[in-house]
């Protein structure tokens, strides 16, 4: 196996209304410092599989108005790296549409899939194991899902029952369920039994596997391949993506491959994966001062305050008094206050203000 098949699609196509107002639809999330690094979601993403991969095998599968967020931040990115999606769909078409392309040019690569809002803790780690699954991938017919123990009856995450191991020379287990965002009571139920992993959404496969298992749900997309590979040129190819993408139905890549197929395996994993999906998944990853409080803010004054999330302007003077768990989020025109934990009551909040006022706080 040589790295010059193997290939990444990074997902970034999101507008990441979880973590409104910070993240809104006129820069999300992936495109945000949110951790005051100086570097995006995306940068971070990338730099990742960019010590794995040449910057000529990472493709980015993002919406069509974040092109040129997505060029500006990545100067190493090929431009041509970069696919657009007319509308979007869900994480699966994004994906179908950036395997057409990969394929229409490298029909033997091996896949990576990798969301763009996530951390990983220990690199060396994730390498590690990323590497051993393109070897997986390569040699069996088979999917290969990256997954950590599940720790704590987290109801946002995809559950993953193990099965028997069924590959001895890798040791990785069959798929034996998969529960979507399930029921408290159930994640408990499942973290209890011990059988049970978190889907990170991070796949592996080679593309023959992706083509057999898209054939039916994604066959439009051989069209675009077939565009690529017969150098019918940028315009013939964008006309076909403009006329057939948008006859996909909305759907994840994680309910495609966990729920529609069977040839399914997990790879137990121990690289510090980290989602920050929504409020509560940044809030655990955070770095936090001595009263479990995040500041991503550098004007900040506290008064006997715990456990909060402060997030304003560089420009902007926060003082705070006697508040525990909250959110408190200024962003442009947007400020916000509410318990941090209370996810349906954030994005009540946002529907309402998108409803009452429109485009303005999208």
Known sequence: MTTSNNYCIILAGGVGCRLWPYSRQQRPKQFLDLFGMGLSMLQITYRRFAKLLPPENIYVSTSAEYVNMVREQLADLPAENVVAEPVQLGTAPATALAAAYINGLHPKANLIISPADQIILREDEFQQQVMQGFRFVE??????????????????????????????????????????????????????????????????CSMDTWKTAAAHEFRDMAKISEAMHTGAGREETERRINELFPRNRFQSVDLF???????????????????????????????KDGHGNVLLSPKTTLYNCHNNIVMASPGKVVLLSDLDDYLVVENDNIIMLCKKDDAQQIRRMMTDAQLKYGDVVS
């Open 139 to 204: 040699k069996t017919p088979n999917f290969l899902c990256l997954g950590v123990r599940a720790e704590r009856p987290e109801t946002n995450y995809g559950y993953i029952q193990a099965g028997e191991v069924a590959s001895e020379e890798f040791g990785f287990s069959s798929v034996k369920s998969f529960t979507e965002k399930p029921s408290l009571d159930f994640a408990r139920f499942f973290v209890e039994s011990g059988e049970f992993y978190w889907s990170t959404s991070l796949f592996m």
């Open 257 to 287: 491959i966990l729920e529609h197929h069977t040839n399914v395996f997990i790879s137990p994993c121990s690289f510090g994966w980290r989602d920050v999906g929504n409020w509560d998944g940044y809030y655990q990853i955070s770095q």
